[in-house]
């Protein structure tokens, strides 16, 4: 209810545009990026902001709806009509409006935007239903000099547009300008069915520029990762360094598959690129355990790994708790790899989780991550270079906190001796 008015509260939904059909990348708004399916990144910060009073995606495809109920999203199962390559936006988002009369605003969040935080559409949730605005649309600041465009055969000179060329600006002298990023755009009801996703009363939010990040084409995937994995929302609880590994032996370590000899003997693969991803924790301070709930203790003798492991585990998730304890560790300090059902609750529990490409689609869903590799086929190695990327992310943020602290302390120095400065003055 509106403090002090008795009024319900007007019904905020989040709506994700993401039609099967993309022309630049084949479905790519579930194409793993940092691991996680690209709608994911923006329906995890939509979910955490804790403002919806719903959250849904808008497709037409079946592979986009699965993704988009794992991340605890609804679908709105869009119409042919309106998941045309000429279909708009404003198009899409009336036909949802037409079939949600709760609605009463829209926060209609670009899939392409993967830096999205929590923090941002909070703001943004304040000033459309608190402040008053009838539309927010995100915007980036950029410091560029435009000029104008001029044709192959036109018979004329390009002009400055923002700038004078002889009083240019040094950078720190001029404060830019803010252009639409795309990222997101709230707007109510009474303006979407007037054919309007800005007007009415308008305000622009203003995006931090390393969170601003638009994919289109396959160029901007690996930029986007790399920019992902150093200012994306990974959750509510913050990064911890990661002490142990625990890793389901068929199917993550194996590819699952068991041979059976004449002689009644087992045999299984796996890939040496594991082995080396085992070895890479270690030397990292990693401690790596492994974990399967079959008799595998023969195979495990011959692959001479070195890890503590526990077989016939009929509970895994208390196994995990088992060492969790025994070493000391919070659960933000403990990783696993699992694909089976079996893990699901493990993978849920642990700090950081991944599962293989071809895991059961319960642990998919459970998994913060999955892996391009198939299990047996180097996933081990893949979610150790991720644990690597962002242990990288941790430290980063652990120096820049020493660096402002230790800022802070020096001014503070400053400050006092100043201050000693100004009393001995007085005193004389």
């Not at 054919?195 to 084409?217: C, F, N, P, T, W």
């Not at 082995?275 to 990693?286: A, E, F, N, Q, Y």
């Not at 991944?354 to 895991?359: E, L, T």
């Amino acid at each position: 209810m509106d403090a002090g008015e008795g009024r319900p509260q007007p019904h905020l939904a989040a709506l994700v545009l993401a039609r099967g059909g993309s022309k630049g990348i084949p479905l790519k708004n579930i194409k793993l990026l940092a691991g996680v399916p690209l709608i994911g990144w923006v329906l995890r910060a939509a979910i955490d902001a804790g403002v919806f009073h719903s959250i849904w995606v808008s497709t037409d495809h079946d592979e986009i709806e699965k993704v988009a109920k794992q991340f605890g999203a609804q679908v709105h199962r869009r119409s042919p009509e309106v998941s045309q390559d000429s279909s708009t936006s404003l198009e899409a988002i009336t036909e949802f409006l037409n079939h949600h009369h709760e609605v009463d605003i829209v926060g209609n969040i670009q899939a392409t935007s993967p830096c999205l935080h929590p923090s941002d559409l909070i703001k943004v949730a304040d000033l459309i239903q608190k402040e008053g605005f009838d539309s927010v649309f995100s915007v980036v600041r950029r410091h560029q000099f435009r000029w104008s465009e001029v044709k192959k055969g036109e018979n004329k000179m390009t002009e400055p547009q923002n700038l004078n060329p002889a009083k240019r600006y040094r950078r720190q002298d001029w404060p830019g300008e803010l252009y639409e990023n795309g990222s997101f755009y709230f707007a109510k009801r009474h303006l979407i069915e007037k054919g309007y996703l800005q007007g009415g009363k308008m305000a622009y939010y203003e995006m931090r520029a390393e969170h601003s990040v638009d994919i289109d084409i396959d160029i901007d995937w690996p930029i986007a990762e790399q920019r992902v994995l150093s200012f994306g929302y990974f959750g509510k609880e913050p990064l911890k360094e990661v002490k142990l590994l625990v890793c389901s032996i068929d199917g993550c370590l194996t590819n699952g598959r068991i041979y059976v000899t004449e002689d009644h003997k087992e045999m299984v693969s796996y890939d040496y690129r594991d082995i080396v991803g085992i070895d890479l924790l270690k030397k990292r301070g990693i401690q790596v355990r492994l974990i399967s709930d079959r008799d595998c203790s023969k195979t495990l003798s011959a692959m001479q790994l070195g890890c503590v492991a526990k077989v016939s585990a009929t509970n895994k998730l208390q196994v995990l708790k088992d060492w969790q304890e025994d070493m000391g560790l919070s659960w933000k300090e403990v990783a696993y790899l699992g694909n089976e059902e079996s893990d699901v609750e493990c993978l849920k529990q642990a700090g950081m989780s991944a599962v293989p490409a071809d895991a059961c689609a319960a642990a998919q869903k459970a998994a913060g991550y999955i892996c391009k590799s198939r299990g047996g086929c180097g996933a081990v190695r893949e979610f150790a270079e991720h644990i690597f990327l962002l242990l990288e992310k941790v430290n980063s943020a652990r120096k820049q906190l020493k660096e402002i602290s230790s800022a802070e302390k020096e001014m503070g120095r400053n400050e006092n001796s100043r201050k000693g400065n100004k009393e001995l003055m007085e005193k004389e």
